[in-house]
Each structure stands twice: as C-alpha cells, then as structure tokens.
C-alpha cells in the first residue's frame, strides 16, 4: 500500500499526483452566513460546475499547457483566474471540506492524523508556486464548447478525488464549506446562480468499489434536483460521465461496477435534460484515471452533447441509446444473432480492430455453452450490430455490454461519441 508518508521527499509533478490520487482513489461558511459576490470577469460568460471525484478531478500524468483567455476558472482559493490545468486545485482550497475530506479518506493509520493534516499544509505550499494536480477533462470540453459558440466559459471545479456520494448530501449544506455539497453551493452562489449553464458530474468509483450501490440512484437523482432547485432552474442540464474501467479481478466489484453503470444509463434515460457519456474505452495512465490523451477526448465528447442539447446546435453528437433488439437467425451459416439497434448514432457505428465486449448470461452467469462468439457491424444498418450466437438459451437470459470492472470497449459513431455499457437486461429468445 502505497502510504503518504513517501511525498515528503521531492517528487516530480506527476508522482505526487499518482501517490495522492490512487492512495485517496483505493482507499477510498455556513448556509446562513452572507455569500460575497465574485462573479465571473468575463460579464457574459456561461458558467459551468464541474463535480465528482478523481476523474472529474483529474490525473492525467502529461503536463498539458492550454489556455484561452476567454476560459476562466474559479480557483479553489476562491479567485478567478485564466483556466489552466490542473483545474483542481484541492491544497488552495479555502473550503475546509477539501482538507478534511483528502484526509478522511485516506488508509486508517494516516486517516485524519496531524499528519495528514501537517501534509496537507505542506502541499499547500508547494500548490501555490506549482500547482499540484493532473489533467482532467474540464478544460478540454470549454475549448470545445467556445471554438463552436464563440460564447466565453466560466468552470467551477468542485471534486475531490474518491469523495463518497454521502460526502455530497445535499442535507449537508448547512455545513457550508465543512461540506462538500455546501462548498459547492457556496461558490455558485458567490458566481450568481443565474448564470450557471450546466452541471457536469463525474462520480460513482467509490461506491461500486465499497460494494454500496443500493441507494446509489436515489441519492443521484436527489442530488440532481437539489442543485437545479439551488440555481432556480428546474430544468438545468446535467451531464453525466459513466464510470469507466479499473483494472482489478474481483468477482463482487464486477457487478458492483456493472450496477453504476446501468443507473447512470438509467437516470440519463428517465429523466428530463440529463444526458450521459463514457469513457470507458479511454486509456488509462494508472488502474482507473483516464490518461491526458484520453481527458481531452472525453473533454471533447461532454461538449458534443452540451453543443446539442444545451446550446441547440446541429451536426454534433446525440445521446447513443440502445433502441432495440431482437432474435436473428443467418441465412448462410444457420446461426442465430442478436440484432441490436442504437439512436443517436452519428454517421456510422466503427471499432479499430474487431467491435468490443458483450456478454450472455443465463441464471445470472456466464456459461460456455451460451457465448456472444463475435460481433459485427450491420451492413444494413449504420447504427447497427450483429451478435453471433454459439446457441440460443432455453431459459431467460440477460445480455451487459461492458462487463466486469476492466472490459473491452472501442465502438463510436463518426464523431468518436462511443455506444455506452448497459445491463444486463433481457433479450428475446425467439
């Protein structure tokens, strides 16, 4: 186990944020007080909160320098300044939820120590001459978003690598800055919460890994409806960011994983002016942080579905959403395939090398003699695919794309927006 005692020795940027992220990531002013204005210096910029945990955070090892002038960031040290990575800057924090939640969530024998604390301070330091953090996908998506609207973005980071959900209870707003959620309230507010444009919302590891999904949905749509009511908007857009892979072989998070997934698919699905992407088949610079290459993709693909659905512009990516399926059968080779039908899809559905992962189960589990045996394209259907069966089950059986914590994932559209993982859910058997 990696103890934080090991970065009290110099350390190059990218180590520290290896240590901090994957030792927090494995182990995972008070309402009343008057809120002071700090608005955003560009007048009419649009203002997006950026919240979650480590992926929203950021860990992307490769030092990325872009800027725009025309793309601020509301620091954690509450000023405003050009956006640059990282964005989450958590040792400048003035909310105090920030140093007490890196230490609460660190292994027992350091948890909330003077330590920790002494550490935290120590980084502090350091944060303000170089700032410590990696790449995530924040700065990417404003790039994005201005280079297609011409319109100047405010972000708000908010995250806090392997924070919990219950760390985001709304209830927790009278903590003010002692909270997660209260912090976060508070710096909307302090920006005007008129102008806020979206909530981006990257979380769920740390349940899926703790194996606690089972409020997990309705403490998302709670906080959802929280932070629409907090900005007076009740139908402000909400993107989420599907939790990806984490390479690790355990039978209990394989399915715990599975269970985030399919509620982020599901809350995207059911309810109004929420809209979700995956990074799941981003590649990854440790056991689950998606790499600075992958960020600025996944930057990119939050964008595309802002430039839709929020800022209403045509030709950029949709929601992809499994719309059908049904029972084939192959006219040359006799075999049956299950034909899956998505929308949303841009151009056509592709893969770099043979289409990835699905999976057939039947009681619940996998079997040899009921496999997905390969996967095709559709030739007829651009939004389409063929999965080949060795046979058909002749009891019920479910069918996850993106099985397990680490699967194989590589399908997009034209505009590399990808097909999200889902399940298990039924399938016909005839």
């Known amino acids: 186990m990696l103890m934080l005692k090991r970065i009290l020795v110099p350390l190059k940027s990218f180590e520290i944020i290896f240590v901090l992220m994957l030792t927090v990531f494995i182990n995972t002013i008070c309402s009343g007080q008057e809120i002071k204005k700090n608005p955003c210096p560009i007048d009419n910029a649009d203002i997006w909160v950026l919240a979650g945990q480590s992926q929203m955070a950021g860990a992307g090892r ?5 800027s725009n002038p025309n793309i601020m960031m509301l620091n954690m040290d509450d000023k405003w300044m050009i956006a640059k990575n990282p964005l989450h800057r958590i040792f400048e924090a003035t909310a105090p939820a920030y140093e007490n939640g890196f230490c609460d969530l660190l292994p027992d024998s350091l948890k909330n120590s003077e330590q920790a604390h002494t550490q935290f301070k120590l980084l502090a330091q350091i944060s303000k001459q170089n700032p410590v953090g990696g790449v995530g996908p924040g700065l990417y998506f404003a790039k994005h978003i201005f280079e297609n609207t011409g319109r100047s973005i405010g972000l708000i980071p908010c995250a806090l690598g392997g924070s919990r959900m219950d760390q985001w209870y709304p209830e927790l707003k009278s903590e003010g800055g002692n909270s997660l959620y209260g912090a976060m309230i508070n710096r909307i507010h302090s920006v005007g919460k008129e102008k806020i444009k979206g909530f981006i919302w990257s979380q769920g590891e740390s349940e899926a890994m703790k194996l606690k999904t089972d409020e997990y949905e309705a403490d998302l749509l709670r906080l959802i409806e929280a932070v629409r009511e907090e900005v007076d908007n009740p139908e402000l857009p909400v993107i989420l960011v599907q939790i990806g892979r984490f390479i690790k072989y355990d039978e209990k998070q394989d399915r715990t994983w599975e269970e985030i997934r399919e509620i982020q698919r599901r809350v995207a699905h059911n309810t109004k002016n929420v809209y979700m992407i995956t990074g799941i088949d981003l590649p990854l610079d440790d056991c689950a942080h998606i790499s600075t290459d992958g960020q600025k993709r996944l930057g990119k693909r939050l964008a595309e579905i802002a430039l839709t659905y929020v800022y209403k512009q045509t030709g950029h990516a949709k929601q992809i959403e499994l719309e059908s399926i049904k029972m084939c059968k192959d006219e040359k080779s006799g075999s049956n395939y299950l034909k899956l039908h998505y929308s949303g899809v841009y151009g056509k559905l592709s893969a770099p090398g043979s289409p990835g992962q699905f999976e057939l189960r039947v009681d619940g589990e996998p079997h040899i003699e009921w496999v997905v045996a390969k996967v095709e394209f559709d030739p007829e259907d651009d939004a389409g695919l063929k ?17 397990g914590t680490n699967p194989y994932m590589n399908i997009t559209d034209s505009l590399d927006n990808p097909i999200p993982a889902f399940g298990p859910i039924d399938i016909p058997l005839k």
């Open 387 to 403: 999965l080949f069966l060795s046979m058909v089950p002749t009891t019920p059986a479910t069918l996850v794309c993106g099985s």
């Open 62 to 66: 490769i030092p990325d320098t872009t």
